[in-house]
């Protein structure tokens, strides 16, 4: 087994990205349709086109095709809207996915740093550098949000005045890592300076009215889109969606979260920052008002380091570094974990795990050096737990307060824990 393919085990929700970029050049976005070529990615529908449906279905799935592009175009082209109105701002674009921006902000001649998981990282750097070039002011660098030292270790001494933008992100998060991740980016904001905009609660409080408007209110295409969208987004990745405080409909309880994070809000109306042209919608003009009526509502939220926030930004992860130590003795493969394990470190304890063999029938597991665990290190946990036939032979010893608590909110402590 590969790296690459270690990692589609490890987090698979690198691959939701891929269906973006296939959007945004649906929706005539040249630089992401060079894209598509340089990564080798088919077109969005390929896989459908290949299967025969019948005509009168056809017609449907096309009427569809506007309610797809839709929140993909909006979501990365008023993004793009308000970097260019901030124009001394560095953008740090997290995730950056494999979306076009990065060559786009080459033209303007401003800085970018494009962040995602290694195995998007991999293949966006040579992507992009085969169509621009080297360019020292548009970099990409693999990180794990959850990881304060990756998202650091991606900045220089010249780098300030940040801009975080953040689209498509946070629903992929458990509540302990959302905490992690607004505490690394308020650090990140302490050392650069800058703020954070999210578009996530916007399209969370509002995709669906989007669609609605796009789809002309018909209720049957609207019923239609709801089906393939929950069928997609089951099998892309394979995990759970919005299941933390940042999407709960209670707008007072993220607002109380926000604040104990340490950050201000500031919202900022999407309606300003929609282009003039909605490509999504040349065919149906007709509809405009109405999709730009429900962006009157929806608001990119701007989060910066709240003044009462006044202590230096604390080295938030003094972990070990990672480092895993493995044997088999008659069948019983034994590991312990030092430091923390997200997924840019579980891809090792799963490699390990795989060339120990088959015929393995106890797994002890010692954390007592484990800092923190991230939902893809758990996901490895797990997979570890279900090779055995024997469910009550694995054994994990050493849980510290911290891991247990993250065990219990996710649920994994009815697996793994005895
Ligand atoms: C739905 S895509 C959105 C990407 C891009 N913003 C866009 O609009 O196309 C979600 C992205 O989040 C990235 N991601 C998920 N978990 C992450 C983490 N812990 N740290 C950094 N990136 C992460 C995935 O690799 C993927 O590229």
Redesign the pocket.
Known sequence: MNNQDLRELV?P??N??KS??QL?AASGDKDAQRLLDALGFPPFGAQMSNKPIPKEMLEQVRKLFPAYTII?ET??QTMNRLIERMEERQIA???????SRGIRLSRQGRTYFG???P??IDAMGPAVESIIGKNKAVTYHA????NYESLENAFTEDSRNLLVT????LM??VQS?LEK?FSNIRCLLQKYGGSWVIADRAYFLYDKEVVAATLNNDPQLTAMYAAVTNRAAATTADVKFNDSVFFDPDDGKVRDFIRKMGFELHEICMADYLPDQIASLNGNPEVEPAVRDVFGKMKFWELTVAKNVTSKPAPVDINLPFRVVSEVKDGVFEVSIQGRM??ITAPELLKQFQNAGTGIRAIHVDVSRMAYV?S?GLRVLLMMYKSLENKDSFDMTGVSDDVREILETTGFDQFLLK
Do not use: K, M, Q, W
């Open positions: 987090n929700v690198f939701t990205a973006c970029v945004s993909i979501r990365f674009d997290l995730p950056c996915g494999y979306t962040l995602d998981l195995a998007v990180v794990d949000a959850t953040t689209e498509g992100l992929y998060f890592e991740v997200d997924t991230s893809a």
